[in-house]
């Protein structure tokens, strides 16, 4: 049987600042991550955006979620968790949750590329 990675990288924006929650020896941060595709539809274009659920977990002593802030761009890379729970309700919910092992700040792409400056050539005698 082949092994199956549950893996995942991915680049997109935070939707709103990351809630960041402090236990005793670890910190864990969730937040939203809008991502989207250009879908073409005869001469029609859209575009398609989606939120998803990340967290991202780090030790006390390596708390660092600077990059969690509303609009950036960041690239994460995790594993895909599943979750269930029953409400007050009794009712059965579950949702698949995005653990960010790593992100990163994500440097955006150029809309047009850039023009390289001639040398100057150099005086023949």
Do not use: C
Not at 20 to 34: D, E, G, K, M
Not at 58 to 84: C, D, Q, V, W
Not at 102 to 124: L, V
């Amino acid at each position: 049987m082949k092994k199956v990675e549950n893996l995942f990288t991915v680049t997109g924006f935070v939707g709103k600042d990351a809630e960041i929650r402090q236990f005793t020896a670890s910190s864990v941060a969730r937040f939203s991550l809008a991502v989207g595709r250009t879908e073409k539809n005869g001469e029609e274009t859209t575009r398609v955006s989606a939120f998803m659920a990340m967290e991202t977990w780090r030790k006390n002593e390596n708390a660092s979620f600077e990059l969690l802030k509303k609009g950036a761009m960041i690239t994460a890379k995790g594993y895909f968790k599943p979750e269930e729970w029953t409400d007050q309700g009794g009712v059965k919910h579950n949702r698949i949750v995005m653990v960010a092992t790593e992100f990163f700040a994500t440097p955006e792409k150029e809309t047009e590329p850039s023009k390289k400056k001639a040398s100057p050539k150099k005086n023949q005698k």
